[in-house]
Structures are given as structure tokens and as C-alpha cells.
């Protein structure tokens, strides 16, 4: 499976935390899927919420040195460095998170095809849609704009009915700032 998202660094190591991605139906030409977590992720999932409930980064980040491709800790991370300014630590938990999803994507999850939907009304569809609306930012800020329109195209492509992050808010000014005007 080749990373389309994000080409991580060749000594990350495959995660297999029990998530994956699992086919629902195809309808319209639109084949549709959801993320799903195995046992082992829903007990993951039921720690990190206790972790969570803390509200101390400090417990985070010990958890994460545990699970290091946890999503939902990668996540909230980002946010947190973020938040005080260190981008550079932030894009790179944004990254592994991108990278931890991209590797639970269906053999029939391709990206690229335009017709690959999820619905944000699937809880465990939502980090997914929320990694990528962060990641096409981080893209924008680092300079890389016409990567940033990709990414929003790929946003809108997966829920285009709903549009849950409100790509269409945003497309038009990464498309001027791509210089892809003919878009």
C-alpha cells in the first residue's frame, strides 16, 4: 500500500492498533466504507478516554509513548502544540495521525478515484475528516498550497452532500492561492 497522504520516514513502523477500514456498499458509482477498531482499539479508545478526562497534557504524552499511533492522542496534541505555538512538533503528530489512518484504508479506498465516501455521521469517520481539514491548514501555512487544494478537494469528495467541515468556505482561497484558476 503506498501512502499517498503523507510519505512517512522509512523507520516508522506499520501500526496495528485494530483499526481498519471496512466496505459498506457501493451506490451511485460511489463506493462507501467506515472506519471500524478491532477489540484491542475500542479498549485503547476506552483508556484514552480516561487519559482524556484528566485534561493534563503530561498524561497525553505518557500515553502516546505508550500507543504511539494512537489517533485520537495524536490529535488532541496537535492541538495542544499548536495551540502554543510549535508547529513544528504539532505537524508531525498531525503527520503520524494522517499516517496511522492512511495504513487502516480498505484495499478499495483510493483516494485518488473521486468516489470514495464517508459520512461524518459515522463517529469513528470523524477524526479522519477533522485530520485532514488540520492537515490541508498545515499545508497552507508551510507554503504548499496547491497540496493544501488537494486536500480540500479530497475533503469535499468524501461527504460532498454535507460538506461537514465546510470545505466550500475555504476551496475558492486555496485555489487562488494554488494559482488554479481554472478550477
Same mark, same amino acid.
Given at each position: 500500500?503506498?501512502?499517498?497522504?503523507?510519505?512517512?520516514?522509512?523507520?516508522?513502523?506499520?501500526?496495528?492498533?485494530?483499526?481498519?477500514?471496512?466496505?459498506?456498499?457501493?451506490?451511485?458509482?460511489?463506493?462507501?466504507?467506515?472506519?471500524?477498531?478491532?477489540?484491542?482499539?475500542?479498549?485503547?479508545?476506552?483508556?484514552?478516554?480516561?487519559?482524556?478526562?484528566?485534561?493534563?497534557?503530561?498524561?497525553?504524552?505518557?500515553?502516546?509513548?505508550?500507543?504511539?499511533?494512537?489517533?485520537?492522542?495524536?490529535?488532541?496534541?496537535?492541538?495542544?502544540?499548536?495551540?502554543?505555538?510549535?508547529?513544528?512538533?504539532?505537524?508531525?503528530? @498531525?503527520?503520524?495521525? #494522517?499516517?496511522? +489512518? !492512511?495504513?487502516?484504508?480498505?484495499?478499495? =479506498?483510493? *483516494?485518488?478515484?473521486? %468516489?470514495? &465516501?464517508?459520512?461524518?455521521?459515522?463517529?469513528?469517520?470523524?477524526?479522519?475528516?477533522?485530520?485532514?481539514?488540520?492537515?490541508?491548514?498545515?499545508?497552507?501555512?508551510?507554503?504548499?498550497?496547491?497540496?493544501?487544494?488537494?486536500?480540500?478537494? @479530497?475533503?469535499?469528495? #468524501?461527504?460532498? +452532500? !454535507?460538506?461537514?467541515?465546510?470545505?466550500? =468556505?475555504? *476551496?475558492?482561497?486555496? %485555489?487562488? &492561492?494554488?494559482?488554479?484558476?481554472?478550477?
Amino acid at each position: 500500500h503506498k501512502n499517498l497522504l503523507f510519505q512517512p520516514p522509512e523507520r516508522w513502523l506499520k501500526p496495528d492498533i485494530g483499526l481498519r477500514m471496512e466496505h459498506l456498499e457501493t451506490r451511485a458509482g460511489a463506493q462507501y466504507f467506515k472506519f471500524c477498531g478491532s477489540e484491542q482499539f475500542q479498549e485503547l479508545q476506552r483508556k484514552y478516554a480516561f487519559v482524556a478526562a484528566t485534561f493534563q497534557p503530561n498524561n497525553l504524552v505518557e500515553f502516546l509513548r505508550e500507543n504511539p499511533y494512537h489517533p485520537d492522542t495524536l490529535l488532541n496534541l496537535f492541538y495542544i502544540y499548536a495551540h502554543t505555538g510549535d508547529f513544528t512538533t504539532a505537524d508531525s503528530l @498531525l503527520q503520524r495521525c #494522517l499516517f496511522c +489512518l !492512511e495504513t487502516a484504508f480498505h484495499p478499495w =479506498f483510493d *483516494i485518488t478515484a473521486g %468516489t470514495c &465516501r464517508l459520512s461524518f455521521r459515522e463517529e469513528t469517520n470523524q477524526i479522519f475528516f477533522q485530520v485532514l481539514f488540520r492537515y490541508m491548514g498545515s499545508l497552507s501555512r508551510r507554503g504548499c498550497h496547491r497540496s493544501a487544494l488537494e486536500v480540500a478537494k @479530497l475533503l469535499l469528495s #468524501l461527504d460532498p +452532500l !454535507e460538506d461537514p467541515m465546510g470545505c466550500l =468556505f475555504c *476551496i475558492d482561497h486555496h %485555489t487562488l &492561492r494554488a494559482r488554479e484558476y481554472d478550477f
